[in-house]
Nanobody, 124 residues
Framework: QVQLVESGGGLVQAGGSLRLSCAAS????????MAWFRQAPGKEREFVAA???????YYSDSVKGRFTISRDNAKDAVYLQMNSLKPEDTAVYYC?????WGSGITYPNWYNYWGQGTQVTVSS
């Protein structure tokens, strides 16, 4: 059974940092795109960042320059370092994986595997 398990969420003040982790089991994702999405209450799930083919990355404009996605293929893990957090970053953050390339990486419906989510709350 394929599982993605996120960890590292929590409560932080504006301007602070958090590091999210996502550990995969049941299959290897080393050749797949891994991504982070988030969903705030009452809003649709939105793309945050993606990593594919080892070193290629892409970010949403809202997090570019503040968040960094990285991965450890040996551990089948992906991380999201979040700096300079803002209250509008408050959401449940989800890890996702799939065989997706190009513009499709920003669409949640194209991903086959999802974690259960981890809550990030940024206080002002």
């Amino acid at each position: 059974q394929v599982q993605l398990v996120e960890s590292g969420g929590g409560l932080v003040q504006a301007g602070g940092s958090l590091r999210l982790s996502c550990a995969a089991s049941g299959r290897t994702f080393s050749g797949s795109t891994m991504a982070w999405f988030r969903q705030a209450p009452g809003k649709e799930r939105e793309f945050v960042a993606a990593s594919w083919r080892g070193s290629s990355t892409y970010y949403s404009d809202s997090v570019k320059g503040r968040f960094t996605i990285s991965r450890d293929n040996a551990k089948d893990a992906v991380y999201l370092q979040m700096n300079s957090l803002k209250p509008e970053d408050t959401a449940v953050y989800y890890c996702a994986g799939g065989q997706i390339w190009g513009s499709g990486i920003t669409y949640p419906n194209w991903y086959n595997y999802w974690g259960q989510g981890t809550q990030v709350t940024v206080s002002s």
